[in-house]
């Protein structure tokens, strides 16, 4: 069975002060890592796709990166706008899409 | 953002009560999903449409019934709802169905069970 674990649940931060998410995952064939940011009340914004390990992608203050075991997102000097709940998802030849519980970052200014 | 909209945002209904909520993609895609958001758990994934043709139903209860009339419209039908499936109910589509597409999702429909 394909599982997604995110840790920490929680993260508060001082404006600039980086940090890193972490999203473990145990599927059977991946196809694909996910990276999702969901604002209260909204659905959730994709950010990023990894597909290998070895691969990175970067989208302003946001890094991730994977290996074969986990995924990375590298937040460099947040901002308190960066505050919200990060998603992780993983698919595999046996789901369309299986998401953790995510990590709910607070950015204090 | 606009590529995927839901109807109604918000909605309060009574256990006996008959709604429908309603998903649209404009991002010319072929598969469709509804998923299920409560706190402090995971998102569930509900239904998979591709092509307009259900292809995955994760044991969801027949009180949800959903409908795909064409490969940019999605439906959820709802009747005599409990209270615990009071939710963020999310609509998401995709390129295709599974091999690592990207999901793009709505807002969500806010519901809550009376």
């Given at each position: 069975e394909d599982q997604v674990t995110q840790s920490p649940e929680a993260l508060r931060l001082q404006e600039g002060e980086s940090s890193s998410l972490n999203c473990s995952y145990t599927v059977s064939g991946l196809r694909g890592l996910f990276w999702y940011r969901q604002d209260?009340?909204?659905?959730?914004?994709?950010?990023?796709?990894?597909?290998?390990?070895?691969?990175?992608?970067?989208?302003?203050?946001?890094?991730?990166?994977?290996?074969?075991?986990?995924?990375?997102?590298?937040?460099?000097?947040?901002?308190?706008?960066?505050?919200?709940?990060?998603?992780?998802?993983?698919?595999?030849?046996?789901?369309?899409l299986v998401f953790g519980k995510g990590t709910r970052l607070s950015v204090i200014a | 953002e606009t590529g995927v909209t839901q109807t109604p945002r918000h909605l309060v209904m009574g256990m006996t009560n008959k709604k429908s909520l309603k998903c649209e993609q404009h991002l010319g895609h072929n598969a469709m999903y509804w998923y299920k958001q409560s706190a402090k758990k995971p998102l569930e994934l509900m239904f998979v449409y591709s092509l307009e043709e259900r292809v995955e139903n994760n044991s969801v209860p027949s009180r949800f019934s959903p409908e795909c009339p064409n490969s940019s419209h999605l439906f959820l039908h709802l009747h005599t709802l409990q209270p615990e499936d009071s939710a963020l109910y999310l609509c998401a589509s995709s390129q295709s169905q599974g091999k690592g597409e990207t999901q793009y999702f709505g807002p969500g429909t806010r519901l809550l069970v009376l």
């Open positions: 209260p009340g909204k659905g959730p914004e994709f950010l990023f796709t990894l597909y290998s390990a070895g691969e990175e992608k970067e989208k302003e203050r946001l890094k991730a990166t994977l290996t074969k075991k986990e995924s990375f997102l590298h937040i460099t000097a947040p901002k308190p706008e960066d505050s919200a709940t990060y998603l992780c998802a993983v698919n595999s030849g046996n789901t369309p | -």
